[in-house]
């Protein structure tokens, strides 16, 4: 395997994002948690109910032999309504807003391109509000958001709101899914 990389994304709740990166080729790990804030190692409770700044957010490396940044943005933009600021469906606040945290010139070059592609292409009826910030910090969520959604998928949030954005993932792009979850 290739030397892995990480990339750092939040669009909406964790539980989601998790759900649909862990199951692409090339992904190696995923890990829930809170990016973007001022607060060293906050709890969930400190980033809802507090104003810590952090977004819920994911970290990946993954391998960019097997699946590019560009495509990992892609699939990013496509699983989530980033038009919409500060929300993710049902759940509203700064903690839910759509953002990449690049850690690279490269990284936020390919991000800006991705992004003005899709707003230019009427993807979406609507502007993306997506930010594009430099990474700064992440810190992993607590072990109960950790595989959330395999080890719930009959609760009613991973029914309602996270199997819609998996069946897009499987439809969209089927062949960037790892053969286990087909």
């Given at each position: ?28 790990t995923v890990a829930s948690g809170y990016a973007g804030g ?49 929300r993710d469906g049902a759940n509203i606040g700064t903690e ?16 800006e391109k991705v992004k003005a592609e899709l707003d230019s ?62």
């Amino acid at each position: 395997m290739a030397q892995v990389q990480k990339a750092t994304f939040a669009n909406g709740c964790f539980w989601c994002t998790e759900a649909v990166f862990q199951r692409l080729k090339g992904v190696v790990t995923v890990a829930s948690g809170y990016a973007g804030g001022s607060m060293e190692n906050p709890t969930y409770e400190d980033v809802h109910y507090k104003d810590t700044g952090h977004a819920e957010a994911i970290q990946l490396t993954y391998d960019p032999a097997v699946i590019s940044y560009e495509t990992l943005l892609n699939i990013f933009f496509a699983t989530h309504d980033p038009t919409t600021l500060n929300r993710d469906g049902a759940n509203i606040g700064t903690e839910y807003r759509s953002e990449i945290f690049y850690a690279t010139d490269d990284e936020k070059e390919i991000a800006e391109k991705v992004k003005a592609e899709l707003d230019s292409s009427g993807a979406y009826d609507d502007p993306i509000m997506t930010a594009i910030t430099p990474y700064t910090n992440f810190y992993p969520a607590e072990d109960q958001h950790k595989n959330y959604y395999d080890s719930n998928p009959d609760a009613p949030y991973c029914r309602v709101i996270i199997d819609p954005k998996i069946h897009k993932l499987l439809t969209k792009y089927a062949k960037e899914v790892k053969e286990e979850y087909r």
